[in-house]
């Protein structure tokens, strides 16, 4: 059975934020504009993949990455590398901990799964913020 496309105030719910946070990340570029419906309204809607997308961006956020370094991991023709998405986690890991942020440990664990190796399909950084904890599978 299909899923029902999500208005924008559904989308927020789903994921757990607010209708401006999914605004913002719209807004941005990291949420790719909801797509036309094809019924006689051609309405716009949010699917599947919006939701996903979200829950990256939450989980990365939570695990103390930027909205620039989530715009690069999104980006599918920006980072080449694994080892890409390992630099930049090792930045921001040195920006946390000069900052005091509470979020360090989360980004530690992600780092050490990583051997920053392989291209950034074999990224466990990226994976790991792919995985769908509850159904346990990854979202690519």
């Known amino acids: 059975m ?12 789903a994921v757990g934020m ?4 999914v605004r913002l990340y719209r807004d941005s570029g990291l949420l790719p504009p909801p797509r036309r419906q094809r019924t006689r309204t051609d309405d716009y809607g949010f699917q599947a ?12 956020v ?13 980006d599918e023709h ?5 080892n890409d998405v390992y630099r930049i986690s090792l930045h921001r890991l040195e920006e946390l901990r000069r900052s005091g942020d509470t979020r360090v440990s989360v980004l530690e664990r992600l780092i ?20 769908d904890e509850s159904r346990g599978r990854t979202l690519n």
Request: glycine share 8%; with cysteine; aromatic share 6%.
């Open 2 to 13: 299909a899923m029902q496309p999500f208005t924008l105030a559904k989308l927020a719910r």
């Open 18 to 21: 607010s209708v401006d946070e």
């Open 49 to 60: 993949e919006h939701l996903e997308r979200l829950r990256f961006i939450k989980r990365a």
């Open 62 to 74: 939570a695990s103390g990455f930027a909205l620039d370094d989530i715009a690069m991991f999104v």
């Open 78 to 82: 920006g980072l080449v590398t694994c």
């Open 112 to 131: 050490a799964s990583c051997s920053g190796r392989g291209g950034r399909r074999d990224c466990e950084i990226l994976a790991a913020l792919s995985r």
